[in-house]
């Protein structure tokens, strides 16, 4: 698998705000793959976007991939606390994944 | 479905000894992964199984470092001779692997700290 790679490293927003993150990468890919990790805990799947797929939502969630720049993005919308984690993006899935790492993101009441 | 399960959820040990770690796969899924993640970082990958079959080992798994999936269902991964540098959280991960549905889920981790 080719690895992803976070930016930023770290974000801090306030409650109701929106956060984007972004991910890029160095090879062609079939699939890319968002995932949240609370602190000190096991990874969550958010979403996976095709690389024949340019958006795609799930619930305050959107992803973007643009193949030709080889860049993802996850746009969170009206941000809570419970968002707060660290985020990370992993291309292939087929077999190994590959973390870079990450952005951290924090939201503060 | 309860997800994946791991245990213990924390090991402490001291250099030199051995410990072994489980885990527990959602029960439909073929493929079994191993990670282990230290502070700061993203996780890094072991091993994988394909049911029983261990297909691929990352060179981060030195001869002390052995991981068995016996009956295709549950895994083990045991440390022999533990050292400072194992120390950190070991996650493992299930995946369909097959129709396409290869997303991996994973557990909540055994964090080991060796003293």
């Known amino acids: 698998s080719q690895q992803g790679e976070e930016d930023p490293q770290a974000l801090s927003i306030q409650e109701g705000e929106n956060a984007t993150m972004n991910c890029s990468y160095k090879?062609?890919?079939?699939?890319l793959q968002w995932y949240r990790q609370n602190s000190g805990r096991g990874l969550v799947h958010l979403i996976l976007?095709?690389?024949?797929?340019r958006e795609k939502h799930s619930g305050r969630l959107r992803v973007t991939l643009d193949t030709s720049k080889k860049s993802s993005s996850l746009l969170i919308t009206a941000s809570r606390a419970a968002d707060t984690a660290s985020y990370f993006c992993?291309?292939?899935?087929?077999?190994?994944?590959?973390f870079g790492t990450g952005t951290q993101l924090k939201v503060e009441l | 479905d309860t997800g994946v399960s791991q245990d213990p959820r924390h090991k402490i040990t001291k250099r030199g000894q051995n410990v072994t770690f489980r885990c527990d796969p959602i029960s439909e899924h073929n493929r079994l992964y191993w990670y282990r993640q230290t502070l700061g970082q993203g996780p890094e990958f072991l091993t994988y199984?394909?049911?029983?079959?261990?297909?691929?080992k990352s060179r981060l798994l030195s001869d002390r470092f052995s991981a068995e999936r016996p009956k295709g269902s549950f895994s083990t991964l045991e440390i022999q001779r533990t050292e400072q540098g194992d120390s950190a959280m070991y996650l493992c991960a299930s995946s369909h692997g097959t129709g396409g549905r290869n997303e991996q889920y994973f557990g909540p981790g055994t964090r080991l700290t060796v003293t």
């Open positions: 090879t062609s890919i079939n699939n």
């Open positions: 992993s291309t292939g899935g087929g077999n190994k994944l590959t």
């Open positions: 199984f394909q049911n029983e079959a261990q297909l691929e």
């Open positions: 976007i095709r690389s024949n797929e």
